[in-house]
């Protein structure tokens, strides 16, 4: 834009140097132009309070990973029961599994209510659910921390809503939590979203996606989220099957163990009574044949259940990478297309406004020059004539005068 008005500049210099009117005409419209150019972005910022909110609910979401693995690990290594061990990983699996889908809502309130929701049915589920005496001498670690963190989402609600909004937010919360508590450790819930929009008789309205800029970030916390995350979590979920599958070989263990201990009474019992050996034999065949059966059969589910969930899990991943990849591919795309369309809007505005003040200079040019024109013609009449006018009335007077003075003959 300036360097539009240093070539408009330039070229009234050089069409009339000395008018002074014709100057004040260009940087008027050069002025009044400028306005004209507006450059929008793509998407609206979210307002102050909604990132605030997203912010502080995603730094909670860590905090409660943190937290529950950390007194998860803790727990875990104090015991030597496999049945506990295997509650401690299942209690984190849970927790960071909801607390991930919690917070990555694209509503900030949604994420902030949802979160809040998830925390009180926690607490609800380890003081008087289902989960009373889940970990046994170590309830009360897991229960005071679960209470710990849902007094600070709630210290994080009461900070970024006014009071009205955090007073009816407190309600659902509590009364959503007591109709649809937890039933067991995968924390499996009822959604939040559509209780949400019940509670307030609307439907929730979306908040805006955010500038290009936000996007962005938004999209970046996300990947970071899942990043850091999932591969944890497919770690846990792997240790619980290979307990599960090392449970399973310590009953086929004692099976053997009592297989082992039946064949030497038999060998016993040969020795004393060769007679009887038959006998037991028979009973030995008919008593061991269905155990070994079962085993057997145990086994080969125990092998396709692995195999099963390692193809899955493997889906899993390659489906999610080639959709993170075609979500990166497709914003950054996008972006570029954006990036374009405006470049080529800016141009054109700018081009259009260039034409428009160049054809509005020279039509004012154009109508000052004829404006000047005509008042050098009436300034030309004007000192040309009246002078030769006053001569004329000044001679006719003059000749007047002496006629009358002139004596008679």
């Not at 140097?17 to 004209?36: D, H, R």
């Not at 029961?81 to 990555?104: E, F, I, N, Q």
């Not at 193809?311 to 075609?326: D, F, G, H, P, S």
């Amino acid at each position: 834009m300036h360097s539009a008005a240093r070539y408009l500049l330039r070229l009234g210099s050089r069409v009339l140097p000395s008018s002074l009117v014709l100057w004040l005409g260009l940087c008027w419209l050069v002025g009044s132009g400028c306005k004209l150019l507006t450059v929008k972005m793509p998407g609206e910022p979210l307002s102050r309070k909604d990132a605030q909110i997203r912010s502080q609910t995603r730094e909670f979401a860590g905090v409660l990973s943190a937290t529950v693995q950390q007194v998860s690990d803790a727990v875990e290594g104090q015991v030597d029961d496999p049945v506990l061990k295997a509650r401690c990983v299942m209690w984190k699996v849970g927790c960071v599994s909801g607390v991930r889908k919690a917070t990555l809502r694209s509503t900030p309130v949604l994420a902030l209510v949802d979160t809040w929701a998830l925390c009180r049915q926690m607490n609800d589920f380890l003081s008087r659910g289902p989960g009373l005496e889940l970990f046994g001498n170590h309830q009360a670690a897991f229960l005071t921390n679960a209470h710990a963190l849902e007094v600070r989402i709630s210290g994080i609600a009461r900070n970024s809503l006014a009071t009205a909004d955090w007073q009816q937010m407190s309600t659902f919360v509590e009364a959503y939590a007591r109709e649809y508590p937890l039933q067991n450790l995968a924390l499996e819930r009822e959604p939040v979203a559509a209780r949400w929009e019940d509670f307030q008789g609307s439907a929730t309205v979306a908040a805006p996606a955010g500038t290009t800029s936000e996007a962005l970030v938004d999209f970046a916390d996300r990947l970071q989220m899942i990043g850091q995350q999932v591969p944890e979590e497919i770690r846990w979920r792997l240790g619980l099957e290979a307990a599960e599958f090392e449970r399973a070989m310590a009953r086929g263990g004692v099976t053997l163990d009592r297989l082992d201990a039946t064949l030497g009474r038999i060998a016993q019992v040969a020795a004393e009574s060769p007679a009887t050996i038959s006998n037991a034999v028979t009973e030995l065949r008919i008593g061991f044949l269905p155990v070994f059966d079962r085993f057997e059969k145990q086994w080969g589910t125990t092998l396709e259940t692995l195999q099963r969930e390692r193809q899955i899990l493997t889906e899993n991943i390659a489906v999610e990478r080639v959709a993170v990849l075609k979500a990166v591919d497709e914003q950054r795309a996008a972006i570029l297309q954006a990036a374009d369309q405006q470049r080529e809007s800016i141009v054109k505005d700018a081009q259009r406004l260039s034409r428009d003040i160049i054809d509005q200079s020279l039509g004012y040019v154009h109508r000052t020059v004829r404006t000047v024109l005509v008042f050098l013609v009436i300034l030309a009449v004007v000192i040309l004539g009246l002078p030769f006018a006053f001569g004329y009335l000044v001679g006719k007077t003059m000749a007047r005068r002496s006629g009358e003075e002139r004596p008679p003959v």
